[in-house]
């Protein structure tokens, strides 16, 4: 049974306008580069040797988490594994409730996902026991987010295994994370609601509604932030760029990207329009790093852009035969690291982008990796996990 998270294909075919601020007034940020040469080497390149592999029982459709000294990697049948990092001994697995793969998350102690028949559970990270298991009113199918003595729920009216329901409705859930008792719940207008990240005192989520007068699925955007304490809505911003793919935020800024693919800088605060950036190609998962944004896209090229002003920093080719980066990327010192669909893994310098480390490992992968001190850890569609050292 596939995890995948349900992707409306009509919403390619919205718009790039904004609806909170004047386009006269906002920042749109330009590629400030020529195109770049591709940074794959022209030699022959030697297949690199797993220092370990690992059998789960379905296909890798979520990229694995390190928490400790374990891999927690879902698959698609709904079964949690958790690996040793080190050697890759299976230590545990959980079949007890079908886990949603893409919603999956963990930390020091817990690991905690939605299940089939809307209900949001938690296990011990060192044993797989379950904590604690609460049924809401909808699915949950995106990432759970972590506070600190919160799990946060985004839940959803649309996606695999649904009946699609494009009316508002979708919530916001917090629940103790020791007990599992629902803390606060905030109802939005959205009918999906996907992967909140936590800033300090802010949550923040967002997804897409179905604006009046539109057929189904022709849906708009909207972004949320929330109070962690209560889950009063401290503002939302609203775009027509589709579904929403994916948000993150760092010091004062909150950054998402949706069907238009896009990518939205906004204020923390108030949720007011900095910036924006269109490449025109789809964008995968970013990762941030004090000054500076990082993402590749379907364009083949890997971005590093300044995260207060929008302006690109630099631009990096990659293999065009490697169809580009799955996955959020990881920065290791000095270097940032990533795989791509045929399972070639880069590592880029963060100053310059220049290409500085590519293994061709002979694997496929639909989403992306981690990383556990100098190991990259990726699985692949047939159920398999696959460690190399990267040093």
Known sequence: MSRNIFEISVLIAAVFLAACASPASVPVATQGQEQPQSSVPTEEVMIAQPLWTAQTTAAVNA?????????IVPTADGVIHAIEARSGKSVWSFSELKAWDASVNADSEKVCAGAEGKKVFCLDL???SLLWNVVLDLEVQSRIAFGSDLVFAPTTRAGTGMKNDFQGGASLVAIHAKTGEIAWQSLTENYILR????NGNIVITGGAYQPEGKPDGEVST???A???NDGSMLWEYIS?????????STDDLVFFSAA???????NLADGVLLWKYGPGYWMQFPVIQGERIYFGGGDEIFHAFNVSTGQETWVQAINASSLNQVGRPFIRENTIWFNAVTGEIYG??????????????????????TMFESFYIFGDPEGNVYAYDIE
């Open 63 to 71: 990229s694995p988490i390190v928490a400790g000294d374990l891999v």
């Open 240 to 248: 027509d760029d589709g579904l929403v793919r994916w948000v993150d």
């Open 226 to 228: 929330f109070n962690i």
């Open 222 to 224: 909207r972004i949320y």
């Open 260 to 266: 238009t693919e896009t990518v939205y800088a906004l």
């Open 126 to 128: 060192k044993t797989g």
């Open 348 to 369: 880029l310098s963060l100053e310059t982008g220049e290409r500085v480390a590519y293994f061709s490992t002979g694997h496929s992968a639909r989403v992306g990796g």
């Open 195 to 198: 992967r909140p990240v936590v």
